[in-house]
């Protein structure tokens, strides 16, 4: 893709992976892609690099629209390696006058790549960069998604360079948030905010009502991965607003790994109770389903019922696996129980109830253990404990 202009001299100059399949553990199924925008004012600056591999791809875009050697500012919103991998060989060719990050940015620069010869200026929130006819303000956004980031706002051009946050990962040829199926674009942004940003949260609402405090006039993000909102700006800030709060929906989620099938036998009852009361009910059985798709679901449910079979005195390889997961994430305000087959120590299912507890799930019901296959009489307790906790989400 070549460079592509998105307001008056800002020029997209980003690249698109088509092939990333994993992202530090969240399936990144549709690809990603890694924007950064070259601001050709009387100084010109360019924000956000990309990863390593694409170098060549960010400097054919730059020179569509101008000779990389002219180019005046670095700026570095974001140090992790996706925004950064390719500083070094960017340094090099540009020589800039200046790298402008967060104080904590330059300290990760340096713990990164060892330069502390680089000619570093660091900001606060609140200060501006005058590139000319364009301001560009800053605002430090600790934990989304470092304690580096920060975003760029263009005041002249009511743009906000957004770094990770209002990010999806999904490689497209298009650009804009209005040139893309609505509905995918939105499932994209809720994966990424639910596998990367969950558990700053509290910060993310901080961070929503600094924007808000600020006076910011925003007609434009544009994040460092996937689409650029331009027609639904509000809707995504709508959004994050209500993710960050975790709300959520009469909805539950049920996630088991089961050996010879009896835990799933008892997932599939515990689910029918739960839809006899109009629970929404999403299963995932773990063989088949990947933890970032079931984390994308667990954002806006209030139930969350976890079951394993025991093996070798514990729960299933895959069940600990999205517990550990899940717990990095910090998902609040949900309510649960723990349920599995066993054949003669039975551990799983209390497991999984105290991981549970550590994640201050409220546990509605004690764990529900059932030896070896389970019976019609084990399978209707199922069914009742589903409609039982059916009814307390419904109830609000
Ligand atoms: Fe897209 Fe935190 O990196």
């Known amino acids: 893709m070549q460079s592509f202009e998105i307001k008056p001299n800002v020029h997209w100059v980003g690249a698109i992976d088509w092939n990333i399949r994993d992202f530090h553990g969240y399936s990144t199924n549709k690809g990603s892609t890694y924007n950064a925008f070259l601001v050709k004012d009387e100084k010109v600056a360019l924000f ?85 006819n364009k301001t560009v303000q800053f605002l430090e956004t600790r934990m989304v998604h470092w304690p580096d980031s920060m975003f760029s706002y263009l005041a002249e051009d009511r743009l906000l360079i957004s770094s990770d946050g209002f990010g999806q ?9 209005d040139q893309v199926d609505h509905s995918e674009l939105f499932s994209h942004a809720a994966k990424y905010y639910a596998n990367i940003l969950l558990l700053y949260s509290p910060l993310v609402q901080k961070l929503l009502g600094n924007v808000q405090k600020m006076g910011l006039e925003i007609d434009m993000i544009a994040p460092d ?30 996630i088991y790994d089961t050996m010879w099938h009896s835990t799933e036998s008892m997932a599939k009852s515990i689910a029918r109770g739960l839809m006899q009361e109009g629970v929404i009910v999403k299963m995932f059985n773990l063989q088949f ?69 550590e994640m201050k799930v409220e546990i509605v019901e004690p764990c529900l253990r059932v030896k070896f296959v389970p019976t019609h009489d084990d399978l209707k307790q199922c069914v009742e404990m589903g409609r039982k906790t059916g009814k307390r989400i419904m109830a609000g």
């Open 169 to 177: 990962h999904w490689a497209t040829s298009e650009r804009f948030d």
């Open 289 to 357: 389903s990947h933890r970032s798709d079931i984390l994308t679901e667990v954002l806006d449910a209030r139930a969350l019922i976890m079951g394993s079979a025991t093996l070798n005195n514990g729960m299933l390889p895959r069940m600990a696996d999205i517990l550990c997961y899940m717990k990095g994430l910090k998902p609040l305000n949900k309510m649960g129980f723990a349920f599995g087959s066993y054949g003669w120590s039975g551990e799983a299912a209390k497991s999984i109830q105290e991981a549970l507890e």
């Open 225 to 254: 991965h996937g689409l650029l909102w331009r027609s639904h700006v509000g809707e995504i800030i709508n959004a994050y607003d209500e993710w960050s709060r975790q709300t959520f929906k009469n909805k539950a989620v049920v």
């Open 48 to 132: 956000d690099i990309v990863k390593k591999p694409f170098v060549s791809e960010l400097l054919h875009n730059i020179h569509a629209v101008v000779d990389p050697g002219k180019i005046d500012y670095l700026i570095v919103n974001h140090v992790e390696m996706d925004h950064s991998g390719a500083l070094p060989e960017i340094v090099e060719r540009v020589k800039p006058s200046k790298i402008i990050c967060s104080e904590m940015g330059k300290k990760a620069l340096i713990e990164h790549y060892h330069r502390s010869d680089w000619p570093y200026q660091t900001v606060k929130s609140g200060e501006t960069l005058s590139l000319g």
